[in-house]
């Protein structure tokens, strides 16, 4: 697999830009490598009839839609925001209610998928927010401590003051299936419902 593919896909994934620094790092590939082979990606995406660009701001990158599509993206998100959210969306942000702050990787275990995607869009329904205590640090450490909850405009949403007044709040914020699972570092094998 070539490092370019492989940088396409961690920046596909990624919900926030991300360094030529990281990228070596997470790739274990030399800074050099990585930024011609991100000055090669930005190349055959930013031409032609893509769909997206790959945007550098700073010594960031990140995916984008194409300016021209700005319209019909506009519309998309407008639908996407006052439509009804999805089961998936529902249940990840059912399990970030009741177990948040969480981290990704506590969701996907629990879920059993990539929860990249739907993180995204209820952040962007304003449903969910991040908080990592080191804001715009981009060092490993501080990706792991990133956590996600839901945020006031949730619960005010909800009528509810505090994640405590959710129904059965305590008995499903500590279920000792989700306990059990927390300690491991293997997907369930079960589904899960809560």
């Known amino acids: 697999m070539s490092l370019v593919s492989q940088i396409e ?3 596909f994934i990624s919900n926030r830009p991300l360094t030529p620094r990281k990228l070596a790092e997470l790739l274990e590939a030399k800074p050099d490598e990585v930024a011609a082979a991100l000055e090669s990606l930005r190349e055959a995406t930013n031409g032609g009839e893509r769909g997206v660009a790959l945007v ?7 995916f984008a839609t194409r300016g021209e599509h700005a319209k019909l993206v506009a519309a998309f998100v407008k639908d996407e ?13 059912t399990i970030v209610a009741y177990r948040g702050p969480v981290a990704k990787s506590e969701l996907e275990r629990i879920r059993g998928v990539n929860c990249s995607l739907i993180l995204r869009n209820l952040m962007i329904r304003g449903l969910v927010e991040t908080v990592d205590g080191q804001s715009g640090s981009q060092d490993s450490l501080a990706q792991l401590l990133i956590r996600y909850r839901v945020t006031h405009e949730f619960l005010r949403f909800l009528g509810l003051t505090s994640v405590e007044q959710l129904p059965s709040y305590q008995e499903l914020s500590k279920h000792e299936y989700l306990e059990a699972m927390k300690q491991q570092d293997v997907s369930p094998t079960a589904p899960t419902s809560l």
């Open 56 to 62: 550098k701001a700073g010594e960031s990158y990140q």
């Open 9 to 11: 896909s961690l920046l």
């Open 81 to 93: 925001l006052v439509g009804e959210m999805t089961r998936p969306q529902l249940e990840t942000l």
